[in-house]
């Protein structure tokens, strides 16, 4: 059996380093291809190089007897961009990594990959058009949480002086790794109004929907039991209205509201949820800058069991606090300390607690 584990591990170890080597590969490829002087035709370049050290309280998000330890994280972002004539192509690339310091905790090692391209094309001075097909990647060495997700979308964007509306649709997918069978292809409508009645003032709102079809059969339930109905594949219809408004002046202060509801026809997974975000930047002293950010959620399950993988990957459905201090060093450099509260979500009856520090430095390009 240790034998089985420890093979178990390595295999684990090699795919990390495999998926890490070709990432790396993908990315200097495309630096490369954008800054060559013979191919080189970017018009906006930007990039960044963020890592550090942090302090986990709860390594592998348990609600009962969690772990702490220390990590080394890193992020990178990479976004080149060009115009062609009335249209633009931007690509953007950001990947991250944890890896725990104690070998304890090193099944919650996680790469984590984000890649997006995106065109814009402006038919009339009022009226554009765009395309993006995207991709996240997320694998720990130990896959508990593990998904990849991703897909392709077209919209419209239409501009009235101060107002812009935007109209788009896409057909998407969700790959759950530790359980096939809880994927999902999602076919999505959005509907977005931005309003900028001054420079410093910006309100926005909208809709969405997405009609989740899943791989595997629906759950219901027989007096007292819940049972799987064969031949019956499970649908789910989720709604989403938020508004927000942001003002940037001396300092920036973001609020928002969203009130989500999903429906399905497979027992456990029929939601109401409220969210209320907050956050401020505020500058300080000695050219340090301040950010804190607020994450509120109340949710109502018309069933007493949530029995769908794909609403507690990450940290989407918790109440949160991020408090940061950053100062920069020259045009370049900068240092970051921030500190994470994680806790359950209002409404749901089970204990969650999380807390992390994160040193960090960053070079930006």
């Not at 115009?83 to 905790?105: C, D, L, V, W, Y």
């Not at 896959?143 to 788009?168: E, I, Q």
């Not at 918790?318 to 921030?338: C, D, H, T, Y």
Request: glycine share 8%; with cysteine.
């Amino acid at each position: 059996m240790n034998g089985y584990l420890a093979r178990s591990n390595e295999h684990c170890v090699c795919e990390l380093v495999k998926i890490g080597n070709s990432l790396s590969s993908i990315l200097l490829f495309v630096l490369l291809l954008f800054l060559l002087p013979e191919n080189g035709w970017a018009d906006e370049l930007k990039a960044s190089l963020r890592t550090g050290i942090e302090y986990d309280d709860n390594v592998n998000r348990e609600s009962t007897a969690p772990s702490a330890g220390f990590l080394a994280r890193y992020f990178g972002t990479l976004r080149v961009s060009q115009p062609f004539s009335r249209s633009r192509i931007t690509f953007n690339a950001k990947h991250g990594g944890k890896f725990f310091i104690e070998n304890q905790n090193a099944k919650a090692d996680t790469l984590v990959t984000l890649l997006s391209l995106g065109l814009q094309h402006q038919l009339i001075a009022e009226l554009g058009m765009d395309a993006t097909i995207d991709m996240k990647d997320r694998t720990e060495r130990v896959p508990l949480r593990d998904y990849n997700r991703g897909g392709v979308g077209l919209g419209a964007t239409l501009t009235l002086g101060k107002m812009r509306l935007r109209a788009g649709g896409a057909y998407r997918y969700f790959a759950f790794k530790p359980n096939p069978t809880a994927g999902s292809s999602n076919i999505e409508a959005k509907l977005n109004a931005v309003w900028t009645p001054s420079e410093r003032l910006t309100l926005s709102g909208g809709y969405n929907f997405t009609q989740r079809f899943f791989e595997n059969d629906r759950f219901i339930q027989d007096g007292n039991e819940i049972k799987v109905d064969e031949g019956s594949v499970r649908r789910d219809d989720f709604h989403s209205i938020f508004v927000q408004g942001r003002y940037a002046a001396s300092f920036i202060a973001t609020v928002s509201y969203a009130l989500s509801l999903n429906t399905s026809n497979s027992f456990g997974q029929k939601l109401l949820r409220h969210g209320i975000n907050a956050s401020a930047t505020v500058p300080l002293p000695w050219d340090f800058f301040a950010t804190l950010k607020l994450e509120l959620q109340r949710t109502t399950y018309e069933d007493p069991v949530l029995i769908d993988a794909s609403f507690i990957v990450d940290e989407d459905n918790r109440n949160a606090i991020v408090a940061s201090f950053a100062r920069s060093f020259g045009e370049q450099w900068e240092a970051e300390l921030r500190y994470s509260l994680f806790l359950q979500e209002f409404g749901v009856g089970e204990d969650y607690n999380r807390q992390t520090v994160f040193l960090a430095f960053a070079f930006l390009y």
